[in-house]
């Protein structure tokens, strides 16, 4: 069974193409940030370590030399010092310790192993008083004109085993702007070692992008081929994985779907050769039923008033019953797909008159016909339609009911039936063209007013399909939008906005000129 969209699986496929863009967009995008995360992360951790690794033993070198250097150099000063002797111990103290300058303080004497060296910005205070209080070597990290220094200070004391301090203080100022510079190329090379890792994640993304998606985009072509009708359409299953749980469960969905399609297709085909057959079978009998009635109500005026009506009505059933009869075969003929058109080129406008004209309401329908619109149709098939429009017009609205035919475009045409009667509430719009609907449960079939908006059927004049004055079989209404269908049409029902109900039949309108083309080709296939 085909699903009634199944022409339109455009929105399915572009959604699937979106879904299977947008997962793999996402799997790059998150294959890159874990990897540009991570990169980051290593980076950082790598930067972090590296400095404090190379800080950290600028820091312990200096402060051993300066200990060593102070060790050896102070046996020999004689405290307290002079200027002189001070200068000469800072600078003998500093030939031991590369390009570090030296600075040694006691009390109101400073030396400085560099006399141009300008190191009172580079001494904070806050060193200075923590060397001072005498607890061993203090060191401190400062920056002085934008470059980073260690600076390291020890107090000198005495060497008879109490270490008590003599007062002197000596400072060491080690340059880092070399350590600084190695951990910044450290750095740098990690950065620059960032891009390929981000490149190689991005590769590896797609690859695995490309392995996720390709069973799902396998999936999403048997699902388009399943939403258009191929109910034969099934997905490979490898693996054990989510995946192939998912394809697994498509095709058994898919299995369920077919067996539910061909149980419900023989179902259907055993109504439609049961309504057939009860219907043939019912002609005969309803043959001589109708000659019976015929009979009745003929002579119905000499028989007594009860009688004559009971006559009376079995006539009336009686040819409502042949109605349905001859609607349900219709409808069956449509529901097979046996029905084939007779198309000639027809003046529209004269088979709307014709047909208003074959049941007696020309002077109670008022017509605005276009005049010169001439196509291809199967004038019975137009005629059926008009019949069925105009008389559920009649029956159910209020006049004036109006026909309209009208040419909007080039291509099509439309057939408006308006009347100015109660309207149609929404419920009922929406399943008027359903079979044998009724918008008032409550009335019987029997009743002459038994259906509303969805009557039809053969009229007055037994012509099959054409509504007369009398209650229609419940069919005509579906009949009529079939027929549409088959030229290709639609019926739309609406409100009018000053009240009632308006019909309106579309038919593509195809020209005389492409008609007789056809005929000739057709014509010179079979000549040839």
């Known amino acids: 069974m085909r699903p009634r969209d199944a022409g339109k699986p455009g929105a399915v496929r572009r959604g699937s193409r979106r879904l299977v863009g947008g997962l793999r967009v996402r799997l790059v995008v998150t294959f890159v940030l874990v990897a540009l995360v991570s990169a980051v992360t290593a980076t950082a951790l790598a930067y972090r370590d590296a400095r404090t690794a190379v800080l950290q033993r600028t820091q312990n070198a200096a402060v051993d030399d300066l200990r060593e250097r102070v060790a050896a150099v102070g046996a020999g000063l004689d405290l307290p010092p002079d200027q002189r002797s001070l200068s000469r111990f800072a600078a003998k103290v500093s030939e031991g310790m590369g390009a570090r300058i030296v600075v040694a303080r006691h009390q109101d004497l400073t030396a400085v192993s560099d006399g141009y060296a300008d190191t009172e910005g580079r001494i904070t205070a806050e060193l200075r008083a923590a060397v001072r ?12 004109r934008g470059d980073p220094y260690l600076v390291v200070g020890t107090p000198v004391t005495y ?63 048997a699902t388009r081929e399943l939403a258009a009708g191929d109910l034969g359409s099934r997905v490979a299953v490898r693996g054990h994985d989510e995946l192939a749980d998912l394809a697994r469960t498509f095709n058994e969905t898919a299995d369920a779907l077919q067996a539910s399609d061909a149980e419900l297709r023989a179902q259907e085909a055993k109504a439609r050769r049961f ?10 009998p309803l043959a001589a039923m109708t000659m019976v009635a015929t ?51 027809t003046d529209l406008a004269d088979t709307v008159r014709a047909s208003l004209a074959l049941r007696g309401w020309t002077d109670r329908v008022t017509v605005e016909l276009r005049e010169d619109v001439r196509a291809a149709v199967d004038r019975r098939r137009i005629d059926v339609i008009v019949a069925n429009l105009v008389g559920n017009a009649l029956r159910h609205g209020a006049p004036p009911v109006t026909v309209t035919l009208a040419a909007p475009g080039g291509d099509r045409v439309t057939l408006e039936v308006a009347d100015r009667g109660p ?45 007369g004055f009398g209650q229609g079989s ?48 057709e014509e010179g296939e079979g000549g040839g």
Request: proline residues 5%; negative net charge; aromatic residues 4%.
């Open 275 to 284: 309504v057939a057959d009860v219907s043939h079978e019912l002609r005969t």
């Open 133 to 144: 209080s005498g607890d061993g070597a203090r060191f401190q990290r400062v920056q002085w």
């Open 474 to 521: 419940g069919l005509g209404m579906a009949i009529a939008l079939e027929n549409a269908r088959l030229h290709g049409g639609t019926i739309e029902v609406a409100e009018r906005p000053e009240g009632g109900a308006v019909f309106t039949l579309r038919l593509p309108l195809r020209h005389p000129e492409e008609e007789e083309e056809e005929e000739e080709e």
């Open 423 to 467: 309207g149609l509430p929404p419920e009922a719009r929406e399943r008027v063209f359903d079979r044998f609907y009724k918008a008032d449960a409550a009335r019987t079939r029997s009743t002459p007013e038994g259906g509303y908006r969805g009557g039809g059927g053969p009229g007055e004049d037994g012509s099959f399909g054409q509504v």
């Open 159 to 221: 060497a008879d085993g109490d270490r008590r301090t003599s007062g002197l203080e000596v400072f060491v100022i080690t340059d880092l702007r070399a350590e600084r510079d190695d951990t910044a190329a450290l750095l740098d090379s990690v950065r620059t070692g960032t891009v390929p890792v981000v490149v190689l994640a991005a590769l590896l993304a797609l690859l695995a992008a490309g392995t996720v998606l390709r069973p799902v985009r396998k999936l999403g072509r």
């Open 295 to 345: 009979v009745l109500e003929e002579d119905a005026d000499q028989l007594p008033p009860d009688a004559a009506h009971a006559a009376r009505t079995v006539g009336a059933e009686t040819a409502r019953l042949s109605r349905l009869v001859e609607d349900l075969m219709e409808i069956s003929r449509f529901d097979a797909g046996a029905i084939r058109l007779d198309a000639t080129v």
